[in-house]
């Protein structure tokens, strides 16, 4: 998103069909908090071919484009778009939100409090209802794990159980989570797109041929 017609070119599509009613919940959540920014999810996704969510922790100051994206230049998002690229996992099939929603500044580390984790359950309930096809959560890190496991307790296992939803627990694809050595990165990663090609095959999702 560093590009600004590939911004310009988003922001133009933000009402089509295949991503309106999250950029819906988007407005309202940020006309709901004054003085707050919720990016809105790049319009490469589809509600409605979304299988896999991709759940992380807040929006920081990668998303200054204004969006969600696999195109932003932070190392969350590079990481991710390449966990996408290995599993084969394609864009329109897979879709970004994060456990609090609202953009956290870049003092705050990065870090939730057990009171914001709780304030994105209902936002993510929402988005949820909006994805008819999605049968898979990959959840990075310990706050996206935190937000589902307070999701479950306020009935969302009746929601996940009903509709055959699995969890994958990984690692959370920031800098921070990453500071490991080479071997450890790479292993990291490796579980990361090993949940993805799970939650593919779950899907009945085919890799495209090269």
Not at 86 to 92: D, N, T, V
Not at 157 to 168: A, Q, T
Request: charged fraction near 25%; include cysteine.
């Amino acid at each position: 998103m560093s590009s600004p017609s590939h911004v310009k070119d988003a922001e133009a599509r933000i009402h089509e069909e295949n991503i309106e009613a999250v950029t819906r919940l988007c407005r309202e959540l940020q006309d709901g908090v004054p003085g707050s920014k919720v990016p809105l999810v790049d319009p490469v996704h589809d509600v409605g071919e979304a299988r896999i969510i991709s759940l992380q922790t807040a929006p920081g100051p990668g998303a200054s484009s204004g969006f969600l994206s696999l195109e932003n230049d932070d190392p969350a998002a590079v990481r991710l778009a390449e966990a996408y690229a290995a599993a084969g996992l394609q864009p329109r099939h897979g879709i970004p939100w994060n456990a609090y929603p609202w953009e956290l500044p870049a003092e705050t580390g990065m870090k939730l409090t057990p009171t914001q984790i709780k304030k994105g359950v209902r936002p993510f309930r929402r988005f949820l209802a909006e994805l008819p096809r999605v049968s898979a959560i990959v959840a990075h890190g310990g706050y996206a794990q935190n937000l589902i496991a307070e999701f479950t307790k306020s009935g969302g296992d009746l929601i996940l159980s009903e509709r055959g939803i699995k969890v994958y627990k990984v690692r959370s694809a920031g800098t921070r989570a990453f500071a490991g050595n080479g071997t450890q990165q790479e292993a990291w990663f490796v579980d990361m797109v090993d949940a993805y090609t799970d939650a593919m095959g779950r899907a009945g999702l085919a890799r495209p041929a090269r």
